[in-house]
């Protein structure tokens, strides 16, 4: 009769068991429920889904806003450039998230051009307009301007094009930097930084087959960056030691080279992201997300190189197959566990 009874109970609590679950999916599917117990997340009520891989999403899920701002370096005379580029920023991104914008000129904007700019974004999207300080943006009182003078027409008289961002990673035109690699070498000494055999730092992505500079570098005209990064003590020690070179001026080091190379020495590879699902262009250089990657979200890109665009991934300056190759094998170089600091107390 026990035995009976207790296969009974079971079988009662079994069926409860499952109408419970039944119910509460019922209600969990009801549209009420299903708002108030979706994740509280900043892109849940866009007008369009936002460009997500659902498998990061749900990985983590984020649960607010970044805390960040659009900066731009810009100019009164770009006005209606930049206003062209910031139609499609705020109709495939900002829109949704209404990131601040910060916009930065060696001399006041006009108001032509703070109309221009309040005319293409939301009411309720913050803008402000910088002026940069004199100091900030002329030559410091110590440099040579005839030393710099003379370098400048040296270098536009081979007709040099600067061009730098984080979508697209390229080749540096080595004259412009005659001696960066040799100074951030020996900074590096001076720090006792590990740059060959440190597995934890992606600056060996900068070595080429003999040691030297690969120059390879990440195009800046469009990058996302942390402002720890820039405001750490030790970036601003490694640009204070680069700057009282004087070759800022007397060469031409740009942000650039100067960027990337710190992000070599101070981020792990983990730390730092291509940003394969951005179509962007920037002059004729242009980077589109593959059909075959399945990444991007609404782009508008054209197909191969013509006059108006270069499909720079496909070109003869890019270090795009030198970075992928550095990220499989620092993927390699990690997984290979290091037990030689064991030999101090493992008995020989």
């Known amino acids: 009769m026990r035995l009976k009874a207790l296969i009974e109970r079971k079988g ?3 069926i409860g068991f499952i109408v419970t679950i039944v119910t509460l999916y019922r209600l969990a599917s009801h549209p009420v429920v299903d708002k108030l117990m979706q994740p509280i997340t900043y892109y849940r009520n866009n007008d369009v889904p936002v460009c997500l891989p659902d498998k ?3 990985k983590q899920n984020p649960v607010k806003k970044a805390k960040a701002a659009i900066v731009i370096l810009t100019r009164n005379n770009e006005r209606d450039a930049i206003a062209e580029t910031i139609v499609n920023f705020e109709e495939k991104f900002n829109k949704n998230f209404h990131y601040p ?24 999207t913050e803008l402000n307009f910088g002026l940069i300080p004199k100091e900030h943006w002329g030559y410091p009182d110590w440099i040579d301007l005839q030393k710099a003078a003379e370098a400048r027409q040296e270098m536009e008289a081979k007709g040099h094009n600067k061009q730098y961002g984080f ?4 080749k540096e035109l080595q004259d412009t930097i005659p001696t960066l690699w040799n100074h951030v ?24 087959e003999r040691g030297e500079y690969n120059t390879c570098h990440f195009w800046s005209n469009f990058e996302i960056a942390s402002l720890n990064l820039w405001r750490s003590p030790q970036y601003r020690d490694f640009f204070h030691y680069l700057d009282k070179t004087g070759n800022f001026f ?4 740009g942000d650039a080279p100067v960027h990337s190379l710190a992000a070599g020495l101070f981020l792990d590879t983990d730390q730092l992201h291509y940003f ?6 920037h002059d004729l250089y242009r980077h589109c997300p593959t059909k075959e990657s399945k990444l991007g979200c609404r782009c508008q890109c054209p197909e191969g190189t013509n006059g108006q665009s270069i499909d720079h991934d496909q070109n003869w300056d890019t270090c795009l197959p030198v970075w992928r190759e550095w990220v499989e094998t620092d993927k390699t170089r990690k997984a290979e566990w290091d037990f030689s600091y064991l030999e101090d107390y493992v008995p020989l």
């Open 101 to 124: 914008y910060v916009f930065l000129n060696n001399v006041p904007f006009n108001d032509d051009f703070k109309s221009a700019i309040r005319h293409v974004v939301s009411p309720e």
């Open 185 to 208: 070498l020996e900074y590096a000494k001076t720090r006792h930084i590990n740059v060959t055999n440190n597995k934890k730092l992606a600056f060996p992505y900068f070595f080429d």
């Open 12 to 14: 009662l609590l079994a």
């Open 276 to 281: 394969e699902d951005f179509g962007y262009q």
């Open 250 to 253: 007397y060469e031409r080091w």
């Open 56 to 58: 990061y999403l749900a």
């Open 167 to 170: 979508v697209i990673t390229l």
